[in-house]
Nanobody, 123 residues
C-alpha cells in the first residue's frame, strides 16, 4: 500500500515556475514507478511525466517536454515535478501516481493516486 500526498500547487503567472512534490508513505516507495498526470478544467486526465523506480528512465508528454523535469528522492519517499515556462494551458489539477509496472504513460498502469494539487497559470 502506498499513500500519496501532493503539494506545491498554486497560482502563477505565465512564464513562471513551480515545483510540485508528492510525498509517499510506505517502505516500498523505491519499488514503484511514479507518474504525474493532470486534468485541465472540463477535460480528461492526461499524462505529464513518469520516472522509473531507480530514476534512470523518464518519460514526458510532448506538451511539456523541455519545460518539465521529473525527479525522485527514494531516501525521502518523494517525487518532484519541476515546471518552468508555465503557460495558461498548463492550468489543471495535478496528480501523482504510483505503479508497480514498467514506467508508463497510461493511467491504468498506476494503482495508487494522490488527491491532486491545483495549478493555475494566469496570462
Amino acid at each position: 500500500q502506498v499513500q500519496l500526498v501532493e503539494s506545491g500547487g498554486g497560482l502563477v503567472q505565465a512564464g513562471g515556475s513551480l515545483r510540485l512534490s508528492c510525498a509517499a508513505s510506505g517502505r516500498t516507495f523505491s519499488r514503484y514507478a511514479m507518474g504525474w498526470f493532470r486534468q485541465p478544467p472540463g477535460k480528461e486526465r492526461e499524462f505529464v511525466a513518469a520516472i522509473s523506480w531507480s530514476g534512470g528512465t523518464t518519460l514526458y508528454a510532448d506538451s511539456v517536454k523541455g519545460r518539465v523535469t521529473i525527479s525522485r528522492d527514494n531516501a525521502n519517499n518523494t517525487v518532484y515535478l519541476r515546471m518552468n515556462s508555465l503557460k495558461p494551458e498548463d492550468t489543471a489539477v495535478y496528480y501523482c501516481a504510483a505503479g508497480v509496472s514498467t514506467t508508463s504513460i497510461r493511467g491504468n498502469d498506476y494503482g495508487y493516486w494522490g488527491q491532486g494539487t491545483q495549478v493555475t497559470v494566469s496570462s
